[in-house]
């Protein structure tokens, strides 16, 4: 049974950082691309950044270049988004998903795409 569990949200002021882990289980890890995505109140979940199965591709979203890094540690079964500078427009539930093929490149930046997610971490970015 795949599960993914996310951790590393909560409240912070604008400008400070914050860093997500998603631990993974039932799977072989290091075989997938990953992707964190968030959803905001009345919005569509969109991708934040993804990760290829040997973490030699990254995509990030316009929107968090240069602010947000994301990594993944195969030993430890566990990706991590590292967010800096954060705005209040970064408020939302942060959720990690695994994509639905092995070794896909790049690492694919669609909900459709991802078919196992985690249960999502809040992330509030007060001004």
């Known amino acids: 049974q795949v599960q993914l569990v996310e951790s590393g949200g909560g409240l912070v002021q604008t400008g400070g950082s914050l860093r997500l882990s998603c631990a993974a289980s039932?799977?072989?890890?290091?075989?997938?691309?990953m992707g964190w995505f968030r959803q905001a109140p009345g919005k569509e979940r969109d991708v934040v950044a993804a990760?290829?199965?040997?973490?030699?591709?990254?995509y990030y979203a316009d929107s968090v270049k240069g602010r947000f890094t994301i990594s993944r540690d195969n030993a430890k079964k566990t990706v991590y988004l590292q967010m800096n500078s954060l705005r209040p427009e970064d408020t939302a539930v942060y959720y990690c998903?695994?994509?639905?093929?092995?070794?896909?490149?790049?690492?694919?930046?669609?909900?459709?795409?991802?078919?196992?997610w985690g249960q999502g971490t809040q992330v509030t970015v007060s001004s």
């Open positions: 998903a695994i994509h639905r093929q092995r070794f896909n490149l790049p690492p694919g930046t669609k909900t459709y795409e991802y078919n196992y």
């Open positions: 039932g799977l072989t890890f290091s075989t997938y691309a």
């Open positions: 990760i290829s199965w040997n973490g030699g591709n990254t």
